[in-house]
Structure formats: C-alpha cells, structure tokens
Nanobody, 124 residues
Framework: QVQLVESGGGLVQTGDSLRLSCAAS????????MGWFRQAPGKEREFVAAINWSGTSTLCADAVKGRFTISRDNAKNTVYLQMNSLKPEDTAVYYC?????????????????WGQGTQVTVSS
C-alpha cells in the first residue's frame, strides 16, 4: 500500500509560480514512477508530468512544457511539480499518482495509487 499526500496549492495571479509537493509513504520500489495529473471543473482528468525512479527520465504534457518541471527526492520520498508562468487555464485540482509496475507513463490507468488532490487557482 502507498499513501500520497499533496501540498502547496493555492490562489495565485497570472504569471506567478507555485511548487507542489507529494509526500509518499508505504511500499515503494525501484520500478516506481510518479506522476502529476489535473482536473478542471467540468473536464476530464489530464496528464501533466511524470518522472521515473531515478529521476533521469521525465514526460511532460505539451500544455505545460517549458513552464512546469517535475523532480523527485527519493531520500525524502517526495515528488515536486514546479509551476512557473501560471495561466488561468492551469486552474484545477492537481493529483499526485504512483505507478509501481509500468514505469514512465502518461495514462492515468497505469497509476495504482492517488492522492486526494490540491487546488490550484490562477486568477487573471
């Protein structure tokens, strides 16, 4: 079992930055990949970014490429999402997810564990 707790969300203005954190506890393995997804009101959950166990490989959605960066600190069992140049369309609940078997992936179906989410609101 893996528990994930997100933090760092909030209300910011267009162009501001935020850093989300996801603290993981429980059973982890070297096949573990971590991902961030988001869901805006009335929309489906969408992939944002993912990172492999060693942190040497990442995936990033086109909508956030060049603005968002995913990283991890395995010593702290924590994954981060640095979000810069935020836009109103980034407003959503952001979820952290853990994948113990498939490796780096953008499909939400490949992630077994999910956090409760943290709200990010970007005002114009």
């Amino acid at each position: 079992q893996v528990q994930l707790v997100e933090s760092g969300g909030g209300l910011v203005q267009t162009g501001d930055s935020l850093r989300l954190s996801c603290a993981a506890s429980g059973r982890m393995s070297r096949s573990n990949a971590m991902g961030w997804f988001r869901q805006a009101p009335g929309k489906e959950r969408e992939f944002v970014a993912a990172i492999n166990w060693s942190g040497t490989s990442t995936l990033c959605a086109d909508a956030v490429k060049g603005r968002f960066t995913i990283s991890r600190d395995n010593a702290k069992n924590t994954v981060y999402l640095q979000m810069n140049s935020l836009k109103p369309e980034d407003t959503a609940v952001y979820y952290c997810a853990a994948d113990l078997h498939y490796g780096l992936a953008s499909e939400s179906s490949k992630y077994e564990y999910w956090g409760q989410g943290t709200q990010v609101t970007v005002s114009s």
